[in-house]
């Protein structure tokens, strides 16, 4: 669900004591449904549910309401729900570890134990922080006083990519699209402080307030560093991000596979803009041996390249100076640290408080040294029963895409062909790597912070660089087995599922199938819908950008995308705000796939036989109330607008009753009929997968 996964439900069965309006709710809602609710021990929680909302009209909150209701947000968190329960158990989870090996004494210097506990130490420690003040990054900042050319100047941006200072061009080491036996190197716009382009546009209130609080950041980070002027800063600063941001893509364009690879050889490219010096560049990014550059979004490079010819380079110093206090604020002082809470956290995205500093200190562990965790998470929180029985739904939900492919009536035998091949080419990843992370470069000491944070950075980017002409590495994650969540990455055709997310409500080892295929076998079809989408059909089994399409099928394929951005597009998040079909529609594919085929191949696991009936509930009943489940979530309003104008996925509502209103057998399941607000026409109903 990356992207992945740019996302349910209590662990425990819980019993809800009722009143004399939901008991006639309740009877009301049997009489239509024909489901008796009892006290449930199916793995679906009836406290969370909303029996006064018909399952016809809101599917969702029928089965989430309940929750909703009753459950307020925190006000060190933006968003609650069930990915967001399983990520504050692994954090508790994490936090034991590294306090275990934070209190055991002499540890060896230079293990991964060591490193561990002095990470944590040396974030921990704010006292040390506050008495450094910005000294830690005064080289970043005499560096960008002395910067004298434009040359200078990309010299800068390829230096200090490694450690996090924002520039406007990421560089970054990832296989070759069209060459999936190799590594290539590419470059992606970047160098705003706002979420997107919208934000320094968009005439609205909100965006006019937002521009102005970012503004009076900028002085405010000024002044708490002891520069001066940072009125005048700001202004500079606000004016050659907004010139940036008017040649960035929109996210909607960035989807799109073919029309961001635009391979050039070095030697050319001079040609996308003569304005940047190219050799300086990529050599202080260390990859100056390569003979040729990815550019995913070449308009902006072009637009760059004017840019930095019409800025000054004093503009420019400014720019960096903030950005590089931005960068390093939540690691310096508490007062730097709590104004870059104020404007990124709480003006942009509506948290109240600031988390506490140990889950801080968590998320800064497993950032730099996640896999050393995992070794550890995974000993003690995921066992070989889990993986195993994992193993055998990813394959059953293999079989049933396969069986789905052979029936789709608008897919001609040659591309039915090819699908097969590509299917029968996912490469599973469950729980863990088979192959560990190496930290033995990385140095990390106990009371330097931003010493330790900018040498991880600058291992990692070496460990890139050292990619570059060697076989793929296939054994590396993308994820850490501690993180909640899932990803299908279609270069090298792989689904990744890590151990953290392989627990109830998604994956519960004591309950039924039917939920457990509405939960994860949901989740395990959603990554191998990915590789189907609109973007990852687009790639072969071997992981190449190549069309296996016929000029029918992939016509027909377009055709019903394009349904299922309408059927998006016309769900409405605020009275002033809808869903964007578009920026969301490989995420709705890979919902609708994944929901398609999990049930597929829960009925196909009944091996011919009837479902039991459990808790007054069928088997379909059970599946999609376990599908319902994992989706539940409650977002304050500003972190869901800025979700809405930058995530690929749909908020947690649409995401489970877009799928569902366009499966027939939710309909026969629940009684869904022509005038009930979930209903769509069956003409209308989009299939795909």
């Given at each position: 669900m990356k992207t992945i996964l740019t996302t349910a439900v209590c662990s425990s069965l819980l019993l809800l004591s009722g009143c004399n309006s939901t008991d006639?709710?309740?009877?009301?809602?049997?009489?239509?449904?024909?489901?008796?609710?009892?006290?449930?021990?199916?793995?679906?929680?009836?406290?969370?549910?909303?029996?006064?909302?018909?399952?016809?009209?809101?599917?969702?909150?029928?089965?989430?309401?309940?929750?909703?209701?009753?459950?307020?947000?925190?006000?060190?968190?933006?968003?609650?729900?069930?990915?967001?329960d399983l990520r504050d158990d692994a954090d508790k989870n994490v936090k034991a570890i590294?306090?275990?090996?934070?209190?055991?004494?002499?540890?060896?210097?230079?293990?991964?134990?060591?490193?561990?506990?002095?990470?944590?130490?040396?974030?921990?420690?704010?006292?040390?922080?506050?008495?450094?003040?910005?000294?830690?990054?005064?080289?970043?900042?005499?560096?960008?006083?002395?910067l004298k050319s434009k040359q200078d100047l990309m010299e800068?941006?390829?230096?200090?990519?490694?450690?996090?200072?924002?520039?406007?061009?990421?560089?970054?080491?990832?296989?070759?699209?069209?060459?999936?036996?190799?590594?290539?190197?590419h470059v992606w716009q970047g160098g705003l402080g706002l979420p997107d382009k919208d934000y320094y546009f968009n005439e609205a209130e909100r965006f006019a307030n937002l521009r102005a609080g970012y503004k009076a950041h900028i002085a405010k980070m000024f002044e708490l560093s002891g520069f001066a002027e940072g009125d005048k800063a700001a202004e500079a600063i606000l004016a050659l991000e907004t010139q940036m941001a008017d040649h960035h893509w929109t996210r909607v364009q960035s989807r799109d596979s073919e029309k961001r690879y635009n391979k050039f050889d070095v030697s050319e490219l001079d040609s996308v803009s003569e304005n940047i010096d190219w050799q300086a560049y990529l050599a202080a990014q260390g990859v100056?041996?390569?003979?040729?550059?990815?550019?995913?979004?070449?308009?902006?490079?072009?637009?760059?390249?004017?840019?930095?010819?019409?800025?000054?380079?004093?503009?420019?110093?400014?720019?960096?100076?903030?950005?590089?206090?931005?960068?390093?604020?939540?690691?310096?002082?508490?007062?730097?640290?709590?104004?870059?809470?104020?404007?990124?956290?709480?003006?942009?995205?509506?948290?109240?408080?600031?988390?506490?500093?140990?889950?801080?200190?968590?998320?800064?562990?497993?950032?730099?040294?996640?896999?050393?965790?995992?070794?550890?998470?995974?000993?003690?929180?995921?066992?070989?029963?889990?993986?195993?029985r994992m193993s055998v739904l990813v394959e059953n939900l293999?079989?049933?895409?396969?069986?789905?492919?052979?029936?789709?009536?608008?897919?001609?035998?040659?591309?039915?062909?090819?699908?097969?091949?590509?299917?029968?080419?996912?490469?599973?990843?469950?729980?863990?790597?088979?192959?560990?992370?190496?930290?033995?470069?990385?140095?990390?000491?106990?009371?330097?912070?931003?010493?330790?944070?900018?040498?991880?950075?600058?291992?990692?980017?070496?460990?890139?660089?050292?990619?570059?002409?060697?076989?793929?590495?296939?054994?590396?994650?993308?994820?850490t087995p501690q993180t909640v969540n899932a990803y299908?990455?279609?270069?090298?055709?792989?689904?990744?599922?890590?151990?953290?997310?392989?627990?109830?409500?998604?994956?519960?080892?004591?309950?039924?199938?039917?939920?457990?295929?509405?939960?994860?076998?949901?989740?395990?079809?959603?990554?191998?819908?990915?590789?189907?989408?609109?973007?990852?059909?687009?790639?072969?089994?071997?992981?190449?950008?190549?069309?296996?399409?016929?000029?029918?099928?992939?016509?027909?394929f377009t055709k019903r995308a394009g349904n299922l951005v309408k059927q998006y597009d016309g769900y409405q998040v605020f009275e002033d705000l809808h869903v964007n079909g578009k920026l969301t529609l490989g995420e709705n594919i890979g919902d609708l796939s994944g929901l398609t085929i999990a049930y597929k191949a829960y009925k196909a696991s009944l091996n011919g036989k009837k479902a039991p009936v459990i808790d007054n509930l069928t088997g379909d009943q059970r599946f999609f109330m376990g599908f319902a489940q994992i989706w539940r979530a409650k977002y304050v309003e500003k972190a869901l607008r800025n979700r809405v104008a930058t995530d690929s996925h749909s908020p947690a509502e649409f995401r489970a009753i877009g799928s569902l209103s366009n499966m027939d057998e939710f309909y026969e399941a629940f009684g869904v009929k022509e005038g009930d607000a979930m209903y769509i026409a069956p003409e209308k109903r989009v299939k795909i997968w």
């Open positions: 006639q709710a309740l009877q009301k809602v049997q009489q239509e449904t024909g489901i008796q609710h009892t006290a449930l021990a199916s793995g679906v929680s009836k406290a969370n549910m909303d029996l006064t909302i018909r399952p016809q009209d809101n599917f969702y909150r029928y089965v989430n309401g309940g929750w909703l209701k009753r459950n307020e947000i925190p006000g060190d968190k933006t968003t609650i729900g069930s990915f967001y590294i306090e275990e090996l934070a209190s055991t004494p002499n540890l060896k210097s230079g293990s991964d134990e060591q490193k561990v506990a002095d990470l944590f130490r040396s974030y921990m420690d704010q006292e040390t922080r506050n008495g450094l003040g910005i000294t830690p990054i005064q080289s970043i900042l005499t560096d960008i006083n002395a800068f941006f390829g230096k200090y990519q490694s450690v996090g200072v924002t520039s406007p061009l990421y560089l970054y080491i990832s296989v070759d699209a069209k060459d999936s036996s190799r590594y290539a190197t100056a041996k390569q003979t040729d550059l990815i550019v995913n979004q070449p308009d902006f490079v072009e637009g760059l390249g004017k840019i930095i010819k019409s800025t000054s380079i004093a503009d420019w110093k400014i720019y960096l100076k903030f950005h590089t206090l931005s960068t390093f604020a939540s690691y310096l002082t508490t007062d730097l640290d709590k104004e870059n809470f104020e404007f990124f956290s709480k003006q942009l995205n509506g948290r109240k408080e600031q988390r506490p500093q140990w889950k801080r200190g968590v998320s800064v562990v497993n950032s730099n040294l996640g896999e050393v965790i995992g070794k550890v998470y995974v000993s003690r929180h995921f066992t070989p029963e889990a993986k195993s293999r079989s049933a895409y396969g069986s789905s492919i052979d029936e789709l009536e608008w897919m001609s035998a040659d591309t039915k062909k090819q699908a097969h091949v590509k299917l029968a080419a996912f490469t599973p990843k469950i729980g863990y790597p088979d192959k560990w992370e190496d930290y033995s470069s990385l140095t990390i000491k106990g009371n330097d912070l931003i010493g330790n944070i900018m040498r991880s950075g600058k291992v990692s980017h070496h460990k890139d660089v050292e990619k570059l002409g060697g076989p793929i590495r296939k054994w590396e994650w993308g994820m299908y990455n279609p270069t090298v055709n792989e689904i990744v599922f890590p151990a953290a997310i392989l627990q109830p409500p998604f994956f519960n080892m004591e309950a039924d199938d039917a939920v457990n295929y509405g939960g994860i076998g949901a989740v395990i079809g959603h990554e191998m819908g990915h590789g189907f989408d609109d973007q990852g059909s687009r790639y072969d089994a071997e992981g190449n950008l190549k069309n296996w399409w016929t000029e029918e099928d992939l016509a027909e």
